[in-house]
């Protein structure tokens, strides 16, 4: 299967950018082909500009490719810290111009936009893993969890993909270096249970 995989952290010393490390090793393990894609180093540019608005506009060549690349995928794995209960800014606007009419998703005829969005991608599961210093307690009582919904129920489901699974790293601030190899190795896991050799 293709994977596509995305990191989208500042810091290449980061433990998302272990966590992706240790996806892609274990995907790769399972003879998975994958699209890695770290945002930061590409230096992405997550501004949506007028005139990619439409579903047939000239799209810059970085972006198509990302489209393409997100269109032939079987499998996503997205990283990312959770920043103010929302993905990074770069990830926002990866979301913005990538995951986009035509690509992820499109409105039946007759449909002006007003209705539910069907589904383009070929994509089966979508794995999102995440860091966190917010206690799960703190995130559920008081925050109510929006990545969940934001990945879950704004992005792959409307856009066709059905098997979701995310998980949260946390607190990373006052984790020990025996906790952060223990997540590498369910990093690994999760990996595996999802995109089986």
């Known amino acids: 299967m293709k994977i ?6 500042p810091d290449t010393e980061s433990f998302n950018a272990a ?11 399972n003879g998975h082909e994958v699209v890695f894609h770290d945002l930061y180093r590409e230096k992405f540019d997550p501004l949506l500009y007028q005139n990619e608005f439409t579903q047939e506009a000239a799209l810059p060549e970085d972006i198509r490719l990302h489209c393409d690349h997100i269109a032939a995928a079987d499998g996503i794995v997205i990283i990312h810290p959770n920043w103010w209960g929302q993905p990074p800014a770069i990830l926002k606007g990866w ?5 986009r ?16 969005p069907r589904g383009l991608l070929k994509a089966h599961t979508a794995v999102i893993l995440n860091t966190s ?22 992005i792959f489901d409307l856009c066709g993909v059905k098997t979701f699974y995310r998980k949260m790293f ?3 601030v006052n ?14 896991q999760i990996i595996d249970d999802c995109f089986p050799a």
């Open 175 to 188: 984790s020990t270096a025996q906790q952060r190899e223990q997540w590498l190795r369910e990093t690994a």
């Open 133 to 154: 210093n917010t206690s799960a307690e703190r995130e559920e009582n008081v925050f109510g969890d929006p990545l969940e919904r934001i990945w879950k129920n704004c």
């Open 101 to 116: 009419p035509g690509v992820a998703y499109c409105f039946d005829e007759g449909d002006s936009g007003e209705g539910v």
């Open 170 to 172: 946390r607190t990373i």
């Open 19 to 29: 966590i992706a490390g240790a996806a892609v090793e274990a995907l790769k393990a």
């Open 95 to 99: 979301v913005d111009r990538v995951i």
């Open 4 to 9: 596509c995989v995305i990191l989208a952290h």
